[in-house]
């Protein structure tokens, strides 16, 4: 019984499962998403210029049909689009700031008013890429303009093969290179924006009833629901600082490496393991280094950690639009060849023979020794134990040597 729950809530999550957050590292600032669906979004990742001129998608719900509204961008991005449209749902600009949409049953959009001069802006997630660089820039941008929701009858006229759904009940997170975070809601028809210094979104309920919950829990949750997301990654997020030990061999990284690795590490705590009823589940994972202008993403089969690289992009006025897929890329790195060449290895043990013949002379040195004169008893049991392990170095030494190795370790 319990077994037939936990794969219904599996596909409840897989249908609309995202989750995002900002990782609370004193030193870094290093959000990352999960995208789950229940639809193929075939997710590419693409450049915007500086400059590109951008037409907004049709609106729902929109007076008099709405007029058509374009726009340049002001900062060059790259955005993560579904069904070949250059409408993003994700992405990182060049000043460092992120937007992303995710799913919120909650969400009731408003019908716009023809009176209202301002102009009407479906692909949010992109008009706030393109035209921000901070959190203060975001909330600037808001009051100039209606946002409205994407008519998804009209979607498939421009981007042929779209499934037509009959809403997108959404709301966005948004990270800066600052490490703020905000959060639009749009509830009963009005736009909410919260600060929002937990850094962490899922879907429903609301951002608001969220952090109730969350103020609430006394216990790390285990499920894959909306709430036990959110909870399981805000209680993560509060050891923002506990890392690996740097000493160690498995623990020796960059600040750089090891933040992206914990990003990484959260991640896991929230994707399905397994598909859903209908297939569905993680299409993508991305990182988004805010700092160094980076973005990382894995695919549901592809879990290959890949990188783009913004401050090496030419985000000039008349550069070209590029795109790439979420699945590209190698999925395994084979470092066989590496490993055929590799002139390390671990250290030989010398015959038992020698060993024994080792261990018993430290056991006869170690024994109580009766002494004459004034050698202090500390000084003859540290000289023949480090007698010892030198007699055990030595045979091991000439063991390795006579293989013609370098040993590591």
Not at 267 to 275: F, Y
Request: charged share 15%; with cysteine; hydrophobic share 40%.
């Amino acid at each position: 019984m319990m077994h037939g729950l936990w794969l219904v809530a599996l596909s409840v999550v897989a249908a609309q499962g995202c989750s995002d957050f900002l990782l609370n590292r004193t030193n870094e600032t290093i959000s990352a998403r999960t995208m789950d669906f229940t639809l193929d979004l075939n997710a590419h990742l693409e450049i915007v210029p500086r400059g590109t001129r951008l037409r907004e998608p049709p609106a729902q719900n929109c007076a008099n049909n709405c007029s058509s509204y374009a726009w340049d961008a002001t900062y060059g991005f790259v955005s993560v689009n579904a069904y070949g449209a250059n409408v993003a749902m994700d992405g990182l600009n060049e000043a460092g700031l992120s937007a992303a949409w995710l799913w919120l049953d909650a969400t009731t959009y408003r019908t716009t008013d023809a009176m209202d001069p301002r102009p009407v802006v479906t692909s949010v997630v992109s008009h706030l890429l393109g035209t921000c660089a901070s959190v203060d820039d975001v909330r600037a941008k808001l009051a100039t303009i209606q946002v409205a929701e994407i008519d998804p009858t009209r979607l498939i006229m421009f981007a042929p093969g779209t499934p037509v759904i009959e809403s997108y009940p959404l709301h966005v997170a948004v990270h800066d290179a600052s490490g703020r975070s905000l959060v639009l809601e749009i509830l009963n028809q009005t736009l909410h924006v919260y600060e929002n210094p937990n850094g962490v979104l899922t879907n429903d309920p609301p951002l608001l009833d969220q952090l109730a919950a969350l103020a609430s829990a006394t216990s790390l949750p285990s499920g894959y629901g909306s709430t036990e997301r959110f909870v399981r990654l805000s209680m993560l997020n509060r050891h923002r600082d506990r890392v690996y030990d740097p000493t160690t061999s498995y623990g020796a990284a960059s600040s750089e490496q090891a933040a992206v690795a914990s990003a990484v590490h959260f991640l896991g705590t929230v994707q399905t393991p397994l598909a859903g009823d209908n297939g569905g589940g993680t299409e993508f994972a991305l990182v988004r280094d805010h700092a160094r202008r980076k973005l990382y993403f894995q695919s549901t089969q592809n879990l290959n950690l890949r990188m783009v690289d913004l401050s090496r992009i030419d985000f000039a006025p008349g550069a070209k639009r590029r795109a790439l897929a979420v699945t590209f890329g190698r999925w395994v790195d084979d470092v066989t060849d590496a490993l055929v060449a590799s002139t390390t290895h671990s250290k030989y043990i010398p015959n038992r023979s020698h060993l024994d013949k080792a261990f018993d002379s430290r056991s006869t040195q170690l024994a109580p020794p009766t002494f004459r004169g004034s050698i202090p008893t500390i000084v003859v049991v540290v000289g023949a134990s480090i007698g010892a392990v030198s007699v055990i170095g030595v045979a091991l030494l000439r063991e390795s040597n006579r293989q013609g190795y370098t040993h590591v370790g």
